[in-house]
């Protein structure tokens, strides 16, 4: 299973320039989360910061139980081996092929044979659609099919947090598609921790169990898929439904008179450039038919019920709705299903809130 990942009042700078500051959560173990935002907002300042990439001015990250702002150089390398990494633009070696290239983290972190090697690379390309493809250098083949060898590489040490930055950057929405029900195959195969950088708002709606969202230099909330999707907090609502209507402006946030320039417009009739706004919570991914059940789901519901009677009444009849259409759905799945196939038997089945914000 996962490891936890937890942040406690972390803030990070460049110079006199205030990325974020005082962010705290939790990633919980085993589970799928995801970060939102609007470009600029230091999203991936943060994935970098999880894995000691860059170093916050104040606060503490815990993997596994240790403080990597503190901890000795040793300690932080043995602590990165529990992590895969997929970077925006894939991060390969441009004098290496994909299978070199993929084969790398074994080669540095391991003693294995080059035939175990070779074996678990032939898998782990199979398994993103790279099969055929592993002689070819980085600069030969698409931003797409890079992207893909990113995350065969990620996964070759099985870690157990995976950290994915924009894995629609680069691919159609199809390929898209594809790689969001990959990530969440993956987890319900080895239970890791995953979190995923992403402006992609049908990705973000469809994938993560946990969504939280970076504004003005704050986490504005953090918490289950089903508290976040029925939230009418002003900036997360314009986010997820892609709308001109709200906090969010060109340059990050709008001073008043923007706003009610704007708002006059949108009371006129012009369009403010959303799609349909959806109601309720949307249908979450589920694994692929004889894949293990996401073991993530029964533990986010779980916490979802706990903590349900804190939520405002619209958003507690929405949550109900939605957790007992899944239940029945995912009982017919399986009565539908090759029960053999699944070795686990049937389906299974703490939100932060920023106030200052929105």
Not at 52 to 63: D, H, M, N, Q, T
Not at 206 to 230: A, C, K, S
Request: charge should be negative; aromatic fraction near 6%; proline fraction near 5%.
């Amino acid at each position: 299973m996962g490891v936890e990942v937890r942040t406690e009042g972390v803030t990070k700078s460049f110079g006199s320039q205030r990325i974020w500051q005082d962010v705290s959560l939790t990633l919980p173990p085993g589970e799928v989360s995801a970060l939102l935002g609007p470009s600029g907002t230091g999203k991936s300042v943060f994935l970098k910061s999880l894995i000691g990439l860059l170093r916050p001015e104040r606060g503490a990250i815990y993997v596994d139980g240790t403080n990597i702002v503190t901890c000795s150089n040793k300690d932080l390398y043995e602590i990165r081996k529990l992590f895969g990494v997929l970077f925006q633009d894939g991060a390969l070696f441009g004098s290496m092929n994909l299978f070199d290239n993929v084969a790398f983290p074994l080669r540095e972190h391991t003693k294995k044979s080059e035939s175990d090697i070779r074996k678990i690379v032939m898998e782990k390309l199979d398994l993103t659609g790279l099969l055929g493809a592993e002689d070819k250098l980085p600069g030969e083949i698409s931003g797409g099919m890079r992207k893909r060898a990113g995350l065969a590489r990620a996964l070759v040490l099985d870690p157990q947090i995976i950290l994915v930055d924009e894995p629609d950057s680069g691919l159609d929405p199809v390929r898209t598609s594809y790689i969001s029900q990959l990530l969440i195959d993956i987890n319900a195969q080895i239970d890791a921790t995953i979190l995923i950088v992403t402006h992609n708002i049908n990705l973000a709606r469809t994938v993560p169990d946990n969504i939280g969202m970076l504004f003005r230099r704050q986490l504005v909330m953090f918490g289950p898929r089903e508290v976040l999707l029925t939230s009418e907090e002003p900036v997360v609502k314009q986010f997820l439904n892609g709308s001109m209507q709200g906090p969010i402006g060109m340059s990050e946030e709008k001073d008043e008179a923007q706003a009610a320039r704007e708002q006059a417009m949108f009371e006129a009739g012009h369009h403010d450039g959303s799609g349909q706004e959806i109601e309720g919570i949307i249908p979450q991914m589920r694994a692929t038919p004889g894949m293990p059940y996401r073991q993530a789901v029964a533990r986010r519901k779980e916490r979802v019920r706990e903590t349900m009677h804190t939520l405002p009444h619209a958003a507690q009849v929405a949550i109900r709705e939605s957790l007992a259409e899944n239940d029945d759905t995912q009982v017919l799945a399986y009565n539908n299903a090759d029960l053999a196939s699944y070795e686990g038997g049937a389906y299974d089945t703490t939100v932060r809130h920023n106030t200052t914000n929105g």
